[in-house]
């Protein structure tokens, strides 16, 4: 019998792939660990290979893209007609959707990689008809080719409309390079319908500060707040603070917000003349003959005016596709009611407008109609701190403009990490505080010599490796911020976290800051370099003579370069490599293991090694006997692995988080573990990796493998290499 041969009642189509998504073969043990999060984005799902993008776009004709980006901007086509004969509002609307799944907690979401031409985002109910703006695009992608990302093309065509509109803007650079499948690593939320009650995400809707973290929008598949109001219910005030929260999430403060908002709904309009409910299903959920279109829309009629979006009908100017300051003349020169669109949704209407200042009909130029407001747009007027902003912005339009342009400039450009990544010609030279910028530091010192005299400085190994450790491993791949570089654990707030050991470190630093002054080498060097140093220690005694890469140019920042409060989310609340974790964490050692090694941009079996290495080097927490796995503390060897392995051990829960290893014969307690040491175990993927090193012949490829990881940890931020 064949696989052909089929039975009677079985299944009579060929079945044997697993071809479809709503089903993968882990979905029994839905609380395993996810390890795939560490290997997405692999070389076999990139058409590309190992092209380089970042190399050319350099070769790129940014002048001729630009120009052909405003040409495209005005050139409407019948399948999907510009308001006005402009698509500009509709690409600012792109590119700001694709920004703004930025959040500050976790660096994840933004517009640096292109995810918005995947599922989920592509589907989401807020990103509602951006599947046409990217198609608008595509003349342009297809002629600049591998010289142009979706991800740059699509924050370059919100700019240029910008600017075709009328703004000058703050800059544009160019380097953000697409990814092939959609990420997995990404927490969105744990509805299973679109657009559920806000509730699910609060613990009391009314308190917007208790929306669950790392999320920034209060509804699933919402970039932002719900333009009807709280859960739907009209009120600006309410929405305000809503508007405030999660604005903040994105790292923007009251006045940042305030010139987005205004400035945002300066040009365009909402859509929503029309049933809502005639609208086909969204992209992902579309028949296949629809080709990746979705919200197909059967009452269009080839009319830009009969479209349907949001819900929400209008323009929020008299001139919409003009940057001008016609948002304010509107919102605070009249007085607003509550109203219905013709779709049904809530949204606010002026009172007795005044006939020239109605904006002309998207389609049809003879015929004025009514602007709109959104309740987020009221709470511009209503929110008593948005408010006096705004007067400010009315009183001194050139500020406002600044504003905005320095706010757009931040929103499209704040996932691309430090300045230095910055590519084409229009890349703003100044250093802006949200960058974390970081001086260019000394290369020419004698790096042996400064070895030396770390050598002597009486410091112990495991010091040294904690310390260069704690100093890195802010380092977040998703938007490129945290690291060794620019030495920030000298500073506030990172000198002070617990889990940096103040007292420990401050010894640490004494002793290596007059080394760093006395060769000219920077601190931010001396740290890295002592942690080399602790790491040949430890392999020397395991019998490897080896010397650590080590490649010198870390600066080190100041305070006046460091904004203190969007450093604080970078604080590791649990580092499972070195065992330490605050009690009060939802989450388990192991899932906020898997998270810093997916963010420290870390593969599972450099997750492995790195962690049964910290093991033995003595660098646990506060010299706590947790997750010590050897009898020869610093000695650069398996005895994790080995150790984790013998079956001369049992493991045995000892209170919250803690296991006991004793020895199966005399029941004599021999070590002490977390979960974080022992999912190397239990889970099968990482109990084969931890195999791997128990193995009698890979002591050597051990500490081979270890040193790698090490380096690539302490390098992870070095753009300036690149
Ligand atoms: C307070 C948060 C915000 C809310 C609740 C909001 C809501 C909306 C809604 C409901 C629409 C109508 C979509 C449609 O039906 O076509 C819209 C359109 C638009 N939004 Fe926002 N928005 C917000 C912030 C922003 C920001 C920060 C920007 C950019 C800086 C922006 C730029 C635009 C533009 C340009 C359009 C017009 C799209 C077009 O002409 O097709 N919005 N917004």
Redesign the pocket.
Known sequence: MDGNDMGAGKCPVMHGGNTETGRTVMDWWPKALNLDILHQHDSKTNPMGDFDYREAVKGLDYEGLKADMKALLKDSQDWWPA?WGHYG??M??LA?HSA?SYRLADGRGGGGAGNIRFAPLNSWPDN??LDKARRLLWPLKKKYGNKVSWADLIILAGTMAYEDMGLKTFGFSFGRTDIWHPEIDTYWGAEKEWLAPSDTRYEDVAKPSTMENPLAAVQMGLI????EGVNGQPDPLKTGAQ?RET?ARMAMNDEETAA??C???T??????NGDAGALGAEPEAGEIENQGFGWLNPNMGGKASN?V????EGAWTTN?TKWDMGYFDLLFGYDWELTKSPAGANQWRPIDIKEEHMPVDPSDPTKRVMPMM?D?DMAMKVDPAYNAICQKFMADPAYFDDCFARA?FK?THRDMGPRVRYIGPDAPAEDLIWQDPIPAGATGYDVAAVKADIAKSGLSGAEMVATAWDSARTYRQSDMRGGANGARIRLAPQKDWDGNEPARLAKVLAALEPIAAKHGASVADVIVLAGNLGVEQAAKSAGFDLEVPFTPGRGDATEAMTDADSFSVLEPLADGFRNWQKADYVVTAEEMLLDRAQLMGLTGPEMTVLLGGMRVLGTNHGGTKHGVFTDRVGTLSTDFFVNLTDMAYKWVPAGKGVYEIQDRKSGAVKWTATRADLVFGSNSILRAYAEVYAQDDNAGKFVCDFVAAWTKVMNADRFDLA
């Open positions: 308001d509002g509709l600012i609307r700001w703004g509602g008809n932002y707040v719900n333009p508007v604005f987005l908002t400035g945002g709904h040009v365009g309009k909402a859509h929503g479209a979006t949001s819900g929400i919409p959104t987020a757009w929103l």
